[in-house]
């Protein structure tokens, strides 16, 4: 597979070499390029599909997350006192976001950690009751990864304000995952323009 890399850059955002940027290339073309495969996939739910979004072909490419993160930072609404990603896929992006923001920000594990200092604990890193945090998700099929890790938080008595996800592919998308105020940057129906569907 060859990925098409773009060297347009974010408009706010330095490459790290100093030098102005322009303005950042469509979002969804990008995320398409990179990270849309066709063929015979199981999809975590069980279900199959024709397609796949391999987030990781988005969240390893450094320019293309650079301005994931930018976007998702523009999302997180006012007052957030902290990030948070479910382990493994969200972690790149929690990452990006939070050295963008300067938010700080935990990992919600999928099982709790059964060694080390944290042994029992399904949170890695500092997080306290009251806080306002926004759980970022990359790609949302059913919403069952990201209403547990929204779970585990709910019950640390973190307020879960929103869960922002890179992509929204759900059969029936709505501002609601779980009970949770929810968004996404990108709708599966941009990234399948021009792919045949």
């Avoid at 990781?56 to 450094?62: A, D, I, N, R």
């Avoid at 293309?64 to 969200?90: C, F, Q, T």
């Avoid at 938080?153 to 779980?178: F, N, S, T, W």
Wanted: glycine letters at 10%.
């Amino acid at each position: 597979m060859t990925l098409v890399r773009s060297t347009r850059r974010s408009k706010t955002w330095s490459a790290g070499r100093g030098a102005p940027v322009g303005p950042a290339p469509d979002l969804a073309s990008r995320v398409r390029e990179a990270a849309l495969l066709e063929g015979d996939f199981v999809l975590s739910s069980g279900k199959r599909s024709s397609f796949y979004v391999d987030k990781y072909l988005f969240s390893t490419e450094p320019a293309l997350l650079r301005d994931i993160a930018a976007a998702l930072a523009e999302r997180l609404p006012p007052g957030v006192d902290r990030l948070a990603g479910v382990e493994l896929g969200a972690v790149p992006l929690v990452v990006a976001t939070a050295l963008r923001t300067g938010l700080p920000y935990v990992i919600v594990r999928k099982a709790a950690k059964e060694y080390g200092a944290s042994a029992g604990e399904a949170v890695e890193g500092v997080i306290e009751a009251g806080e306002k945090v926004v759980l970022l998700e990359d790609v949302v099929s059913t919403g069952t990864q990201a209403v547990k890790a929204a779970g585990v938080l709910d019950a640390l008595g973190v307020d879960v304000v929103e869960v922002v996800a890179v992509l929204d592919r759900r059969e029936e998308p709505g501002p609601k995952l779980g009970g949770f105020s929810f968004q996404s940057l990108l709708k599966i129906d941009e990234l399948r323009v021009g792919k045949g569907d």
